[in-house]
């Protein structure tokens, strides 16, 4: 086996588990939670002790209002996200259209939301990182804009360091980062996300 050979099929085989876990991660389409609107959704808020990720949140760039709620999914997804209200009538209210996982830094997250509709449902989730503020109001997200070059250097400066393989960050363009800003429920300082409900 030659030494490009070789070197491809080792990198294939450490590329290829993470690809898998993360297309794993999440389903493969949306799912419809029927019945689910803002004000069902506040109903079901009011009676949680909720996290700073849980709310509603609106989504400025595509005109939507959101509910994140807790969520028990594979690989240490952990919330979904779920269109309550929007402009897009073709989109219907309690569709699920993406979920998020924490990382191991306490305000970044992994975001997944789905980027095509194949009929009624929605299909291929992107894989971002998202970032909560200090005071658990905006969540921004970066859409991928590097993406990795493989060079093969026949030459080979340096074969034994190298085995002739480099790889490149290669920057494509700059792009402002997008997210959600929350509307419900109110915190103060980001220390408080419930109400006090008094019977």
């Given at each position: ?52 990720l849980e ?87 970066d859409p ?56």
């Open positions: 086996m030659t030494r490009l050979a070789f070197t491809t099929l080792l990198l294939l085989s450490v590329l290829l588990p993470s690809i898998a876990v993360a297309r794993d991660a999440v389903p493969k389409q949306s799912t419809v939670l029927r019945g689910l609107d803002v004000d069902s959704m506040r109903l079901r808020l009011d009676e949680l002790d909720l996290q700073p709310g509603i949140w609106y989504y400025p760039n595509e005109e939507m209002t959101l509910g994140i709620e807790r969520y028990r999914g594979q690989h240490n997804v952990a919330y979904r996200i779920i269109m309550l209200d929007s402009h897009d009538i073709n989109v219907m209210p309690g569709t699920v259209i993406g979920y998020i996982a924490p990382t191991a830094v306490d305000n970044k997250f992994m975001l997944w939301i789905y980027s095509e509709r194949d009929r009624i449902t929605l299909v291929k989730p992107l894989e971002c990182v998202a970032t909560l503020n200090a005071t658990s109001t905006t969540l921004t997200f991928p804009h590097w993406r990795l070059k493989v060079r093969f250097n026949l030459s080979r400066f340096l074969p034994t360091l190298f085995n002739g393989l480099s790889l490149i960050a290669d920057k494509v363009e700059e792009r402002q980062p997008i997210g959600f800003r929350k509307i419900y429920p109110e915190g103060v300082d980001g220390k408080r996300f419930n109400r006090v409900r008094y019977l």
